[in-house]
């Protein structure tokens, strides 16, 4: 995976004050739905620093100045009619976005590219990485990191919350506790399994585990969606006694889960999402459990395919212990069906029928697992897709996978003379 750098112009001494200089956060190169001339446009955070002038510059084409938007978002596009829709306010200097125009500069669709904005004694240098279609680029908080968000789905913190908490109060958790090992054997430390359930990411700086440490994660820290990570109090001592390296950890101070009976809430902001209770007749220590079947399970990172992630009610009203389970299975984000799981070289062709609500990524693996073919299905396509398993694959067993985000699910087919 390749790094993009960001090139800070002030000392790492000054961090906290680089907080407030204006900073990149947002690309969208490539619409799909409208032309690149309507859609594409470069966002920029403000916060509370001030300037006479704002500077932007997109690699060596000439420099565009700006009078100081008096806003939280700057946002450059080439019509003023495609500028977002400002936030109701009282006085017009308190708008949240403001708009400037990007002229005749196209964005790049098929390269990365290099942009930089400073003013006074700021400055912000940052690679864009390669643009994919109907893909909004978004900067993982002050990080080097970016990440692809679907455009419909690129809403600001302020709507996110709104829709984080139009679920929390239908009960309806989108981060859910899946594993929880309270009493492993030593020296593995005590840790809990995370899901997130939703087609959207969602901000881990919102989300802690109620009356223990603090947020899940600094600003800018997302889980994916159907993703799962572990959350621990020693992520590395853990990650040594899994000694599985692509599972993701973050370090919490949970304190000490207690072997005998316990509890864990899940909080979204004040709210409590999700609730998690044992005893001894749970299960037997050093063993973990799964929370919705209340089962023994050993399955760190990994959701198996089929197992039950049910939605917890947990009650507003009746306090932590009021909690229910509703026996409705969530719902996969693919569902798909084969023409056939054996293929011959000289026969029909293998076609995969998607249901999805998102774009899925439709793969053929090798006998190694290796990528060999790789196609996106839209969302909401409902169609036979062709496969070329003869072309790419060779005779023997191979693999077929479809993936939306971190959710993946592979079957596996035999390819015959």
Sequence with gaps: MKNYGVVPAVSLALFSWVLSCPVFTEFYPDPKDVSDQEGEYVEIRMDDFWAESLYVQFESKAVMAFAWPEAERFVLVHDSVQCPAREAAQ??????????????????NSRESVWKVWAGTCMDSVTVPHPKPGKVIQRVGLT?????????????????????MEKVSTG??????????????????????????????LPLDAFRFCDRGGALGKEGDSIQPYQALLVSK?????????????????????????????????????????????????????????????RREFTPGYLPHGSQVYARN????????????????????????????????????????????????????DSAGR???????????NEWVKVPAQEYLGIGAAFVSLSVGEYEDVVGILVRP
């Design 91 to 108: 006085d017009a200097s308190q708008a949240g976005t403001a708009c400037g125009s990007l002229g005749k500069i196209s964005l790049p």
């Design 144 to 164: 080097d990191k970016w990440e692809f968000v679907d455009a419909s789905k690129a809403v600001s913190l302020d709507a996110s919350d709104s829709l984080l």
């Design 172 to 201: 309806m958790a989108q981060l859910r506790v899946t594993e929880v090992h309270h009493c492993p054997e030593e020296p593995m430390p005590e840790w809990v399994e995370l899901y997130n359930a939703s087609e959207i990411s």
């Design 234 to 294: 020693d992520t590395s001592s853990l990650r040594a006694a899994l000694n599985i390296p692509d599972i993701r950890m973050i370090q919490v101070s949970l304190g000490f889960l207690n072997n005998t009976e316990g509890m864990l809430r899940l909080c979204f902001r004040d709210e409590t999402i999700d609730s998690v209770y044992w005893n001894k007749g749970t299960v037997s220590c050093p063993a973990g459990f799964n929370p919705f079947s209340m």
């Design 314 to 365: 947990v009650s507003q009203t009746g306090g932590a212990n009021q909690v229910a389970t509703s026996l409705v299975a969530a719902k996969a984000p693919v569902v798909y069906k084969l023409s056939s799981r054996v293929v011959s070289k000289k026969g029909s062709p293998l076609r995969v029928r998607v249901e999805s609500e998102h774009n899925v990524v439709l793969s053929l693996l």
């Design 371 to 381: 990528c060999v073919w790789k196609s996106v299905v839209s969302a909401m396509s």
